[in-house]
T-cell receptor, first 115, second 114 residues
Framework: AQSVAQPEDQVNVAEGNPLTVKCTYS??????LFWYVQYPNRGLQFLLK??????LVKGSYGFEAEFNKSQTSFHLKKPSALVSDSALYFC?????????????FGTGTRLTVIP | DSGVTQTPKHLITATGQRVTLRCSPR?????VYWYQQSLDQGLQFLIQ???????AKGNILERFSAQQFPDLHSELNLSSLELGDSALYFC?????????????FGPGTRLTVL
């Protein structure tokens, strides 16, 4: 069965510093991986996805993520954090082999960027 | 703005009641998904419709049902409500039902059961 782990409930980073939000997954076969961000009182916004190809995926708002098959990880990164990046971040996975089309989400990581 | 709309934004009701949540997908999107977000369960997939047909079911209770209409809007019906049904309910849509399609989420309906 597919699963996603976000090992950190909370990440604090100073403005201007690089940020990393961690995600590991467990699926049978090759995964489809997604990152979403949720701002207070808003729906989830799509940031980026990995389907196949280049392991480094670039997305919206300067975010990128690196797919690492050997470590089964898909960490979200940004070179320089902004206060406006403070939000709840969700990693999600689909397991193509099952034919299921729904997203399976991690528990979320709350990112706080300190001015 | 994702282009997905959900009404109402907030809903307060009593136990045992029935409510209907409505979702309009992005223009051109044929697939609609419903998710429930609660503090203890996190984000959980409930059900998917594609072009009017049920495509997949997740952790949806028998008291809950959904449908997608010919104009592609969808409704989630929750009946015999319990306190534990209090949650944020999201609708998402995607252009097709391909697994690599990203989903676009609406702002959600916050349901409070008293």
């Amino acid at each position: 069965a597919q699963s996603v782990a976000q090992p950190e409930d909370q990440v604090n980073v100073a403005e201007g510093n690089p940020l990393t939000v961690k995600c590991t997954y467990s699926v049978s076969g090759n995964p489809y991986l997604f990152w979403y961000v949720q701002y207070p009182n808003r729906g989830l916004q799509f940031l980026l996805k990995y389907i196949t190809g280049d392991n480094l995926v670039k997305g919206s708002y300067g975010f990128e993520a690196e797919f690492n098959k050997s470590q089964t990880s898909f960490h979200l990164k940004k070179p320089s954090a902004l206060v406006s990046d403070s939000a709840l971040y969700f990693c999600a996975v689909r397991e193509p082999q099952t034919g299921a089309n729904n997203l399976f989400f991690g528990t979320g990581t709350r990112l706080t960027v300190i001015p | 703005d994702s282009g997905v709309t959900q009404t109402p934004k907030h809903l307060i009701t009593a136990t045992g009641q029935r409510v209907t949540l409505r979702c309009s997908p992005r223009s051109g999107d044929l697939s609609v998904y419903w998710y429930q977000q609660s503090l203890d369960q996190g984000l959980q997939f409930l059900i998917q419709y594609y072009n009017g047909e049920e495509r997949a079911k997740g952790n949806i209770l028998e008291r809950f049902s959904a449908q997608q209409f010919p104009d592609l809007h969808s409704e989630l019906n929750l009946s015999s409500l319990e306190l534990g049904d209090s949650a944020l309910y999201f609708c998402a849509s995607s252009v097709a039902s391909r697994q690599y399609n990203e989903q676009f989420f609406g702002p959600g309906t916050r349901l409070t059961v008293l």
